[in-house]
């Protein structure tokens, strides 16, 4: 598999943002607030990473990792306002900001790739941003016999 470079940029996709897929996402957060549900629904914080599901075929980045061996490190969420509202249809990017290496605890080398996606309104405008940190953990030792 080939790693991607840092700076690398997927392809834009279309997220819809819809007030049915919020309030299934607040049930699934056992979560009740009143801000999840009607028409002007507000998303909850994390709702944006539904939106990978959203991606067609090959706009999303390949950090070239083997999935076998990795780990999802970190995840952030900025927002450059208000939180998205039912009915805004948002376009999507992700792009490699970050790609650096350390040695693993139990030996060997371990991956980071720090993958961002911003999400823009109708407008252009930056709206939120997801930042998550990916990890592939060192391959494990071979025998020598």
């Known amino acids: 598999m080939v790693d991607s470079p840092a700076g690398t940029r997927g392809t834009d996709f279309e997220v819809?943002?819809?007030?049915?897929?919020?309030?299934e996402f607040a049930a699934a957060m056992q979560s009740?607030?009143?801000?999840?549900?009607?028409?002007?629904?507000?998303?909850?914080?994390t709702f944006l990473i539904s939106g990978a599901l959203w991606a067609p075929e090959?706009?999303?980045v390949n950090v070239g990792f083997?999935?076998?061996r990795l780990l999802h490190g970190?995840?952030?969420?900025?927002?450059?306002?208000p939180?998205?509202?039912?009915?805004?249809?948002l376009?999507?990017?992700?792009?490699?900001?970050?790609?650096?290496?350390?040695p693993g605890r139990r030996g060997?080398?371990?991956?980071?790739?720090v993958v961002v996606t911003e999400y823009r309104d109708e407008q252009d405008t930056l709206v939120a941003e997801a930042r998550a940190t990916f990890i592939e953990t060192a391959a494990p030792a071979r025998d020598a016999g």
């Open 16 to 23: 819809v943002v819809e007030r049915g897929k919020i309030r």
């Open 32 to 45: 009740a607030d009143p801000a999840y549900q009607g028409p002007g629904a507000l998303t909850p914080p």
């Open 58 to 60: 090959g706009a999303r």
């Open 66 to 68: 083997d999935r076998r």
């Open 74 to 81: 970190e995840q952030e969420y900025v927002f450059h306002g």
């Open 83 to 89: 939180p998205p509202r039912a009915g805004q249809v």
């Open 91 to 102: 376009t999507a990017v992700e792009r490699i900001e970050d790609r650096y290496e350390k």
């Open 108 to 113: 060997g080398t371990m991956r980071f790739a």
